[in-house]
């Protein structure tokens, strides 16, 4: 009914940047917060970012002063700008969201989409 859709993901230089985009699509209701979390290599996923649909945006430590979380409620998207990108940022980047449906209004359903790899090298 409801699906996340991420793009943005790619091969960057250590120093680099990039811009993660993810879109929600459905008979969408309304959306509560929306994250970034990340899985690299061996290890758990671990959250990036979280933004609520209004109020303060939330950081891992990792990432504090680099990264930066928006979104766009008219549009249903929520972003993820990287700039001085390390290697170990390299992992795939899930975006996730409480999505209630025009089916169900009352009840938010947990959503994730299908990841998209970061790579950080030279």
């Known amino acids: 009914q409801v699906q996340l859709v991420e793009s943005g993901g790619g091969l960057v230089q250590p120093g680099g940047s990039l811009r993660l985009s993810c879109a929600a699509s459905?008979?969408?209701?309304?959306?509560?917060?929306m994250g970034w979390y990340r899985q690299a290599p061996g290890k758990e996923r671990e959250l990036v970012a979280i933004i609520p649909s209004y109020g303060i945006t939330n950081y891992a430590d990792s990432v504090k002063g680099r990264f930066t979380i928006s979104r766009d409620n008219a549009k249903n998207t929520v972003y993820l700008q990287m700039n001085s990108l390390k290697p170990e940022d390299t992992a795939v980047y899930y975006c996730?969201?409480?999505?209630?449906?025009?089916?169900?209004?009352?009840?938010?359903?947990?959503?994730w989409g299908q990841g998209t790899l970061v790579t950080v090298s030279s």
């Open positions: 996730n969201a409480g999505i209630a449906t025009m089916i169900d209004p009352y009840r938010y359903l947990e959503v």
């Open positions: 459905g008979r969408i209701s309304s959306i509560a917060a």
